[in-house]
C-alpha cells in the first residue's frame, strides 16, 4: 500500500524472529471469548508468517491492568482461541520480556506461534520506556503491527518498538488502511457521513473534520436533539446538549461555509418511557410533546438518508440514528443500513463502517458483513475520523 510499508516490504522472512502485535483486547465471559471477531482478523496474518518460516510471536494487552501482573487480564486462557481459530499450536509465556519470554523464543522452530503474556503487566508498556521497549526487542528480528484498535496510542508495543526494528503493516492493519483511506483520505465523491451516538460533546471534533471532508453529514441519534434545539425546536423531554447550542450552531456554519448539507431528522418516533415495546408515535419534528422523547428518526427521514446514500458514491458511518438497542427504536438505523448495503452489493457504493455501536448495529441489522470495509477499532477510528495522526500508523510509513 503506498505510503505505508507491508509484509510484502520484508523479504525472505524464514528463520526471522517476527514481534506481531495483534488486538486480543476482546470480551470474555466465564473464562470463554464470547466474540472472537477481533482474533479472526489476524488469522491472515498469522497464517502468512507462520507458512513463510518465520518464528511468530504475539504481543497484545488485555484489559486494564494498570501496569502490575493481575490473573484475571492473564492472556493465558485466550492463548486457546487463538490456537483454534488458526488451526495451530499456539505456545504460551508467562511474561513479554526477561528470562521467560527469551527461554520461550529460543524454544521456536520455523513456523511456531507464541503468545506472550499481557503487555500491559509492565508500566513500561503505556509509557511507551525505552529501557521496556529494548527488552522486548531483543526477542525480535523484525516488528509487524496489525493491531489498529491500538494505533491511537503511542505504546512501547504499538510504536516505540517500530523505532528500533525493521516494521511493517500485518494484513489486517493494511487493509483497515486501505479501507480508510478509501473512506476519507482519498474518497470517490460524493462523500456521505452518517453521526449518530447520545452527545454531540464526545463528537466536536469529528463533526469538525467531516464538514470539511464530505458532501453531506446525517446527523442522528440523541446528538440530533442538540442540533434541532439549537436551532429553536422543541425536544421535549429529550437527551439534549442544551449547553452546546452555540458548538451546534458553529459546526452548522462551518458545514455551510464549506459546502456540507447538514441532514437532521424531520420526523420522529417518540415515547414516554424509554423500554422496549414502549407506546410509541411518530410526529414531524416540529411537534414533539413537552412529555416525550425523541427514541428514533420517522420513515420520512429514513426515507431523506437513503435518497442522499443513493447520491453518494462513497459513506462512512459511525453511530446509530436511533436508540437501535431497544424495540421499535431500531427501525431507522436498521432501515438505513440495510440499504446502504444493499447499494454496497450492487456495486455502487464505497461503504466503511466503525466504532462499538455501530459494529453492533450493523449486526443486529444483518448486514455487517456486506458493507465494504467495518472496523472493529473504536478509539483509533474516531481519531482517524477527526483527522488526527495515528502513532503506531505514523510510525509504519515508508
Not at 136 to 157: C, K, P, T, W
Not at 325 to 354: C, M
Request: aromatic residues 4%.
Amino acid at each position: 500500500m503506498a505510503g505505508f510499508k507491508t509484509l510484502d516490504d520484508m523479504g525472505d522472512i524464514r528463520g526471522k524472529r517476527v514481534l506481531l502485535r495483534v488486538d486480543l483486547n476482546v470480551p470474555v465471559a466465564d473464562g470463554k471469548v464470547s466474540d472472537a471477531t477481533r482474533i479472526e482478523r489476524i488469522v491472515p496474518t498469522v497464517d502468512e508468517l507462520s507458512k513463510k518460516g518465520a518464528k511468530v510471536i504475539l504481543l497484545a494487552h488485555f484489559g486494564r491492568p494498570k501496569g502490575a501482573p493481575s490473573p484475571e487480564f492473564s492472556l493465558d486462557p485466550i492463548a486457546h482461541t487463538v490456537s483454534a481459530m488458526i488451526g495451530k499450536p499456539v505456545a504460551f509465556a508467562v511474561d513479554c520480556i526477561g528470562a521467560e519470554a527469551a527461554s520461550a523464543v529460543a524454544g521456536m522452530k520455523d513456523g511456531d506461534i507464541l503468545l506472550l503474556e499481557n503487555t500491559r503487566f509492565h508500566k513500561g508498556e503505556e509509557k511507551n520506556d525505552p529501557e521496556f521497549i529494548g527488552a522486548m526487542a531483543a526477542n525480535g528480528d523484525l516488528y509487524v503491527n496489525d493491531a489498529f484498535s491500538a494505533a491511537h496510542r503511542a505504546h512501547a508495543s504499538t510504536e516505540g518498538l517500530a523505532r528500533l526494528l525493521p516494521a511493517c503493516a500485518g494484513r489486517a492493519m493494511q487493509a483497515e488502511l486501505e479501507a480508510l483511506e478509501k473512506g476519507l483520505g482519498n474518497p470517490v465523491k460524493p462523500v456521505i457521513a452518517i453521526v449518530g451516538g447520545a452527545k454531540v460533546s464526545t463528537k466536536i471534533d469529528l463533526l469538525m473534520n467531516l464538514v470539511k471532508k464530505v458532501d453531506a453529514l446525517v446527523i442522528g441519534g440523541g446528538m440530533a436533539n442538540t442540533f434541532l434545539a439549537a436551532r429553536g425546536t422543541n425536544v421535549g423531554k429529550s437527551l439534549c446538549e442544551h449547553e452546546l447550542a452555540g458548538t451546534a450552531k458553529q459546526i452548522m456554519i462551518e458545514a455551510a461555509t464549506a459546502g456540507c448539507a447538514i441532514i437532521l431528522p424531520s420526523d420522529a418516533v417518540v415515547a414516554r418511557e424509554f423500554r422496549a415495546g414502549a407506546a410509541s408515535e411518530t410526529v414531524a419534528i416540529d411537534q414533539v410533546p413537552d412529555d416525550a422523547m425523541i427514541l428514533d428518526v420517522g420513515e420520512k427521514t429514513v426515507a431523506t438518508v437513503s435518497e442522499w446514500i443513493d447520491r453518494a458514491a462513497t459513506l462512512v458511518w459511525n453511530g446509530p440514528l436511533g436508540a437501535f438497542e431497544i424495540e421499535p427504536f431500531d427501525r431507522a438505523t436498521v432501515a438505513a443500513a440495510r440499504h446502504a448495503a444493499a447499494r454496497t452489493k450492487a456495486g455502487k457504493l464505497v461503504s466503511v463502517a466503525g466504532g462499538g455501536d455501530t459494529v453492533a448495529a450493523l449486526n443486529h441489522a444483518g448486514v455487517a458483513g456486506d458493507f465494504t470495509y467495518v472496523s472493529t477499532a473504536g478509539g483509533a477510528f474516531l481519531e482517524w475520523m477527526e483527522g488526527k495522526p495515528l502513532p503506531g500508523v505514523e510510525v509504519l510509513k515508508a
